[in-house]
């Protein structure tokens, strides 16, 4: 079983794409989850969901000025301070988990997976950092609890939909949802 994750709306979005790729692709063999965009509760939802053994983690999360599906390299431990949660929080030390790594790489095949994504006409993109907020650090958190399972893990960034009106290039959900099949699918 996979374990798919997005997170919920956040900074003004009506809906978050990654949280509807997730629940599109609940079922056979993956389980979907939506994950909270808060510093508080993001590290117990996961740990919740990451007691349980999987075949590989897949974490998404919607970045809006992107129009590829980005293919996230390295998840660092650091949290940027300006930028508060849906509950209004910013964190009180940048450190997601103090005394950890300063980074950890995805343990998925990316280079591969970006070859068969593009080959199938899948917008697609390698991109070396999640950033600073709630998607690196569910990234992070997530590789720090699977680190010593060897649990395949890593995260892909979503372009805005259509609907949402963000600037950059869009690109339609049913696209989205065929490229994180492609990676679920390659995971097996």
């Known amino acids: 079983m996979i374990l798919l994750t997005g997170f919920e709306p956040f900074g003004g979005l009506a809906k978050n794409p990654s949280a509807e790729v997730a ?3 609940a079922g056979d063999g993956v389980e979907a989850a939506v994950l909270p965009v808060d510093y508080e509760r993001v590290g117990p939802a996961l740990e919740a969901l990451l007691a349980r053994d999987w075949e590989a ?3 998404m999360g919607v970045a ?3 129009s590829n599906l980005s293919l996230e390299r390295v998840a ?5 301070r300006a930028r508060p949660d849906n509950a209004g929080r910013v964190p009180a030390r940048p450190e997601i988990v103090p005394g950890g790594p300063p980074a950890y790489f995805t343990t998925l095949p990316v280079d591969a997976l970006h070859a068969s994504l593009a080959q199938a006409g899948v917008p697609v993109e390698i991109s070396l950092s ?3 907020y709630l998607c690196n650090a569910a990234f992070y958190l997530a590789r720090h609890a699977l680190d010593a399972k060897g649990t395949p893990c890593g995260f ?3 372009p805005p939909t259509p609907d949402l009106a963000c600037g ?3 690109v339609a959900l049913e696209t989205q949802v065929k490229g994180v ?3 679920c699918d390659a995971l097996r």
């Open 168 to 170: 950059a290039p869009p």
């Open 64 to 66: 809006v000025g992107r």
């Open 130 to 132: 999640a950033g600073a």
């Open 23 to 25: 629940q599109a692709l």
């Open 57 to 59: 983690v897949v974490l």
């Open 76 to 80: 660092i431990n650091f949290r940027d």
């Open 156 to 158: 892909v960034h979503l």
């Open 181 to 183: 099949r492609m990676i």
